[in-house]
């Protein structure tokens, strides 16, 4: 078995499926098996006798897959093709870990808390499957949903379930002075994500004191397969192997997603400034803050009447921090990187990683526009996959026509800081495989997809047309 060292490897590889669809039956299987084959090979992954994963998953070992489940369905008409990591890369990828001499393969991730689980599994045949596959191999426990909150929304107020899983299969972690938030932490509590309560941020974020809850699995797991969907995303711009980590997390109060204000006044919800945006961010602080059902009503109320006002006005971004100035998310999400890379049992981080992570990217229909809960169908034909997920992420913003040096999550991720993620430069990555990097990620191939993609309205600007 060949030594491993993500942190110091820059190769990508990528698989042309030979259909830019998926069929819906047995041929997808057959797909994605060949593409990871492929993957594995050009990335050694695999010894030619035997699984894709033999050179990758050593004997023993506890392996967990990190889907990108996100919701249940399309919050626009799109469907559900270019919204989750489809369920046959999560066949195949099962298939060929069982395939191995690992002792445990579990899938898991934690989605918006509104997404109901069930549902997914059940619309994605997942349910069905997960248990056939557990009754012939009991290395296989089936599918987790490690969120130990899930809410629902009645009559636009959040109504939710607590608690859901015991605290105590969580690991906590704090960063401190070293989590990436700590340079834009003030003594405001500015920090929110959308539709809850910000005292709880405050709790969890504030100077020094820099939290996150993870799911035991994924610190207890010795290899971790992150399979994301590539899609654009409007809040950090993409959504591929470094942003799908934030469903390790198991409360949405460890997360923030923006900071509270304009850009002219310290926040980056969103650019300048704006009193009527800035009643509205008060509105909803109070609506999130409600101590009935009524009062939530009331304010969720007036809330309405100014987002009309707002939109009516010409505003098109919101107050979610849906733009390119977005200076917080993807540093909570490249914290969760760190945690994910060298977290310990304790809650410490070690010196060097503590577990193999590799990334295999669903880009058969990738997704476009308003990513990640309405995203159109844009269909690709491609896997790709690597050992480092800034090098995976940087592939997959030129995929999507982005200049990835624009994109503060990619370009961030090859940063010079404590628990780094790449310990290589961003022109040092290299792709293999099908497709060569001067047609994936030159000047001129990024301007000539471009063309063609459909961008977040807030990230239009992060294209290099």
Known sequence: MRSFNSLENSTVGIASTGSRRYQNDSTDDLTASKSIARIAEVLDWSDNRGSAFANLIPAGS??????NFVIHENQGP?????LITHPSLIRAVVEAVLQTDAAEVL???APIQECRFEQLLAATGLDEWAERVATKDPRFPGVKDFRRTTCEFRNGIRVASENLVPEDRFVLFDLGAESLLEEVTDDEHSFRVTCYDPRLLAETHRQRRHQYLVAKEVIEADVIINLPKLKTHKKAGITCALK?????????EYLPHHRVGGSRDGGDCYPGASPIKQALEYTLDRQNTAA????????????EGLTRISTLSGDQLGVEGSWSGNDTIWRTALDLNRIMLYGRADGGLADVPQRRVVHIVDAIIAGQGDGPLRPQPLPMGLIFGGENAAAVDWVGACLLGYAPEHIPIVREAFGDFRWEIAKFAAEDVKLVGDLSFEKVCSSSAIAEV???VTYPIGWRDATRK
């Open 292 to 303: 009935s059902p009524a009062s939530a009503k009331l304010w969720s109320q007036v809330s």
């Open 450 to 452: 471009s063309r063609s």
């Open 244 to 252: 799908n980590l934030i469903g390790i997390n198991g409360n949405k």
């Open 107 to 109: 899938v898991g991730d």
């Open 78 to 82: 799109w469907g559900i093709d270019p």
């Open 62 to 67: 506890r392996v967990l897959l990190k889907p």
